[in-house]
C-alpha cells in the first residue's frame, strides 16, 4: 500500500539543539514531495518542494533533502518560534497529496 | 504571508442553517482545493476543481455543495450539517490540479462549530 510515514510523531529539544525529522515514502514514480509546517488552528504553510533524489532545498533554520525513499527535515539551532506541526506530502501518479501523519515540534527555551 | 484567503475565519451554525465558506486567490492558480481537518489529523481531501469544473469529489456528503464561479473564487456551501462536521476547512490552491507535482498553497481556513 502506497503510505507517507512519519517519525517521530513528538519531538521535543532545548532551544540550539539541532535535529532532524523523517518522512519515508513507499510511493513509486513520485511527482513531488513536500514540506508543510503548521501552527494550532491556523492551514499548513508551504516550505519546501523537493522532486528528485539528491535534491537540496534550504530556508533559514530549515534544510530539506530527499533520497529515492525518505526525506530529512534537518533543524539547526531552532528556536521557540519554530515550534509546530511539520507535516510530509508527496504526490505521484495522478492522485492528489498523500499526507503523513506529522511530527509534533516543541522546542524549549 | 498566504496568498489564498478565506473568509469567515470563525463560523457556529446550527443544525439547520445554511451557510457559505469562500476562498479566494489572485496566484492565476488553475486548480482549487477544499480540504477538512480534524484536531491532531493531516487534512482530508473533498473537492478539487480544476479550470472552474470539478474534477474530484472524494465521497463528500451531499450537504456540502462545493462552487467555482471564476478561477478565483471557490465557495463551499452548507446545509443541514451534523456536530461531527465540525473542524477547520481549508481552501487550497495550485498551478495545476491532478497529481501535477504543483506545490499546493493553502489559507488559514475557516474553523466551523455545527451546534
Known amino acids: 500500500e502506497d503510505q507517507v510515514t512519519q517519525s517521530p510523531e513528538a519531538l521535543r529539544l532545548q532551544e540550539g539543539e539541532s535535529s532532524s525529522l523523517n518522512c519515508s515514502y513507499t510511493v513509486s514514480g513520485l511527482r513531488g514531495l513536500f514540506w508543510y509546517r503548521q501552527d494550532p488552528g491556523k492551514g499548513p504553510e508551504f516550505l519546501f518542494t523537493?522532486?528528485?533524489?539528491?535534491e537540496e532545498k534550504e530556508k533559514e533554520r530549515l534544510k530539506a533533502t530527499l533520497t529515492k525513499k525518505e526525506s530529512f527535515l534537518h533543524i539547526t539551532a531552532p528556536k521557540p518560534e519554530d515550534s509546530a506541526t511539520y507535516l510530509c506530502?508527496?504526490?505521484?501518479?495522478?492522485?492528489?497529496?498523500?499526507w503523513g501523519a506529522g511530527t509534533k515540534l516543541i522546542i524549549k527555551p | 504571508d498566504t496568498e489564498v484567503t478565506q473568509t469567515p475565519k470563525h463560523l457556529v451554525m446550527g443544525m439547520t442553517n445554511k451557510k457559505s465558506l469562500k476562498c479566494e486567490q489572485h496566484?492565476?492558480?488553475?486548480?482549487m482545493y477544499w480540504y477538512k481537518q480534524k484536531a491532531k489529523k493531516p487534512p482530508e481531501l473533498m473537492f478539487v476543481?480544476?479550470?472552474?469544473?470539478?474534477?474530484i469529489n472524494e465521497s463528500v456528503p451531499s450537504r456540502f455543495s462545493p462552487e467555482c464561479p471564476n478561477s478565483s473564487l471557490l465557495n463551499l456551501h452548507l446545509h443541514a450539517l451534523q456536530p461531527e462536521d465540525s473542524a477547520l476547512y481549508l481552501c487550497?490552491?495550485?498551478?495545476?490540479?491532478?497529481?501535477?507535482?504543483?506545490?499546493?498553497?493553502f489559507g488559514e481556513g475557516s474553523w466551523l462549530t455545527v451546534v
Open positions: 496566484m492565476g492558480h488553475r486548480a
Open positions: 506530502a508527496v504526490t505521484w501518479g495522478n492522485y492528489q497529496l498523500i
Open positions: 476543481y480544476s479550470y472552474e469544473k470539478l474534477s
Open positions: 523537493l522532486y528528485s533524489a539528491g
Open positions: 487550497a490552491s495550485s498551478q495545476e490540479g491532478g497529481g501535477s507535482g504543483n506545490t499546493i498553497y
